[in-house]
């Protein structure tokens, strides 16, 4: 079955930088997009990242574009997320998801999280 597992969360300072990894199994991982979500205590949850799945494009929300850099490798099918220059109000629980089709932000598997915390 499809399974996402992140890992990599934890606790920053503002302006460090922390990098999620999301491996993956259960489907055949080239081939879908991936992304990244973010759900803050008491907020919605936040689109955060999506790459192609063979990296043609990457999109950011407007609050990450420019600290935050999503990859993968399909080689680990592994998706990635590096973040810096953190700020508190990127604390939130982090997920990763399965994109439907090889480019996009809809997503149908996601995993369980990660948290990061950024406080001083």
């Known amino acids: 079955q499809v399974q996402l597992v992140e890992s990599g969360g934890g606790l920053a300072q503002p302006g460090g930088s922390l990098r999620l990894s999301c491996a993956t199994s259960?489907?055949?991982?080239?081939?879908?997009?991936m992304s990244w979500a973010r759900q803050a205590p008491g907020k919605e949850l936040e689109w955060v990242s999506s790459?192609?799945?063979?990296?043609?494009?990457?999109y950011y929300a407007d609050s990450v574009k420019g600290r935050f850099t999503i990859s993968r490798d399909n080689a680990k099918s592994t998706v990635y997320l590096q973040m810096n220059s953190l700020k508190p109000e990127d604390t939130a629980l982090y997920y990763c998801?399965?994109?439907?089709?090889?480019?996009?932000?809809?997503?149908?598997?996601w995993g369980q999280g990660t948290q990061v915390t950024v406080s001083s």
């Open positions: 790459i192609d799945s063979d990296e043609s494009d990457s």
């Open positions: 998801a399965k994109g439907v089709t090889s480019y996009g932000k809809e997503n149908d598997y």
């Open positions: 259960g489907f055949t991982f080239s081939i879908y997009a």
